[in-house]
Every structure is written in C-alpha cells, then in structure tokens.
C-alpha cells in the first residue's frame, strides 16, 4: 500500500440528462445516464491525471458529482474512509485516558 503526504481532489459538476431535451406530449425527452457518464467522466481523470501525481507522492481522486445529487462511488468512499479513521484515532485517544 502506497502512503501519500498529499491528496489532490478534481472536483466536476455534470448536467444528470444527456441527450435529446425536447417535449414530447407534454414529458421531457431525455435519457438518464447519469451512472455511465459520472463512471466515464471519473475514467477520463484518471487517466489524464493520476500518472502525474504518483510521480510526485501525491495521491489523486476524481471528485465527480451530478447536479441532482449523485456522486461517483470512488469520492464516497473519501468520506467513509476519514470518518474511519477519526473514530479510531477517537477511541485510541479516550482508552489511553481511562
């Protein structure tokens, strides 16, 4: 496992319907494909991107969310890890003092 000083997050805002936005009786013509274009959009950034950082010990995470909400699982697990981690640092910290 490779331990990085720095983390760079490239954070992108996509638009949730792609395609064709016209009415059609009265009900938006659209296609969802939010799950394909966030996954795309994150494999564009990481192969334009993380090459250059691992050269300089910096790790490198596509932030990619959509305007309704979603967000590419790759960030969530940002969150989930740092929040691990201050939980056990916390009960490290208040064993210690007990």
Sequence with gaps: MTRHQDLVIDVSIC???IGNSTVDNGHLNSTDQ???YLQ???????RKYSADYVVVGTAFAPAIVSV???IHPEFLRLPWVLA??????YYALISTQG
């Design 15 to 17: 638009c949730d319907l």
């Design 34 to 36: 939010t799950n394909d």
């Design 40 to 46: 795309q959009r994150a494999r564009v950034k990481i």
């Design 68 to 70: 309704a909400g979603q």
């Design 84 to 89: 691990d981690k201050q939980t056990r640092n």
